[in-house]
């Protein structure tokens, strides 16, 4: 079983719907960051949790929101998708113990399409 | 300013021959980390390497290593031996210690696209 699970691994959803992209990370981790790929510009990222109770926002936060429901579970919403937010979503996790040295685990990644 | 650059976008190389991808980075912080990821077609990211900015020596793992050059800001990753296996999108990224005040997290390059012939 991978360490960091991601699910849908792959969505395609209306405009204007609401969507929930959700990740687990079984490596116990306390640090969570969501990213997106669009082509050409590498990954970006979205929101950024420390733990439970710390969530910040990322370089390209504005039509995303995020919940930290647990140590091991960080989602990622989209309240109403636009096509603009088609893309390939990633959650990783890092250990803070280890500062920068703390490489950043990923999940497989979710394709999200909004038509 | 970009914080990572990768200038090459795309690479065509030969099987069995040796490949550098080039990364140059910024940042006024003393403290941080330089990674290398690779994306194969199916689009997972896998780490390959990590070069610390205090380690006194390049990193290495298997076939990859990492040619670290301080004062120029490069860290330019070096893959003996090319596969096929290898063909895949390589990204860049570096994560700094105090973030220069931003956000923590990776700040990823733009990507070099390896092609290997047989």
């Known amino acids: 079983d991978a360490d960091v699970t991601q699910t849908p691994r792959n969505r395609i959803t209306k405009t204007g719907k609401r969507i929930m992209l959700e990740c687990s990370q079984t490596?116990?981790?306390?640090?969570m960051y969501w990213y997106r790929q669009d082509p050409g510009l590498g990954l970006r990222l979205i929101y950024y949790s420390f733990d439970v109770k710390d969530i910040n926002k990322g370089e390209i936060s504005d039509g995303y929101s995020v919940s930290r429901q647990a140590q091991a579970k960080f989602s990622l919403s989209l309240e109403s998708a636009i096509p603009n937010q088609t893309a390939l979503y990633f959650c990783?996790?890092?250990?803070?113990?280890?500062?920068?040295?703390?490489?950043?685990?990923f999940g497989q990644g979710t394709r999200l399409t909004v038509v | 300013a970009q914080k990572i650059t990768q200038t090459q976008p795309g690479m065509f190389v030969q099987e069995k021959e040796a490949v550098t991808l080039d990364c140059t980075y910024d940042t006024s912080d003393p403290s941080y980390g330089l990674f290398w990821y690779k994306q194969p077609s199916s689009g997972e990211m896998i780490f390959l390497i990590y070069?610390?900015?205090?380690?006194?020596q390049n990193a290495t793992e298997g076939r990859y290593s990492l040619n670290f050059q301080k004062a120029r800001k490069s860290a330019n990753l070096v893959i003996s031996a090319s596969q096929l296996g290898d063909s895949a999108m390589y990204f860049c990224a570096m994560r700094e210690l105090y973030s220069g005040g931003g956000a923590d997290g990776l700040t990823f390059g733009k990507g070099t696209h390896l092609i290997i012939q047989p």
């Open positions: 070069q610390g900015s205090y380690d006194q």
């Open positions: 990783a996790t890092s250990d803070s113990g280890q500062g920068v040295l703390g490489e950043a685990f």
């Open positions: 490596k116990g981790h306390d640090r």
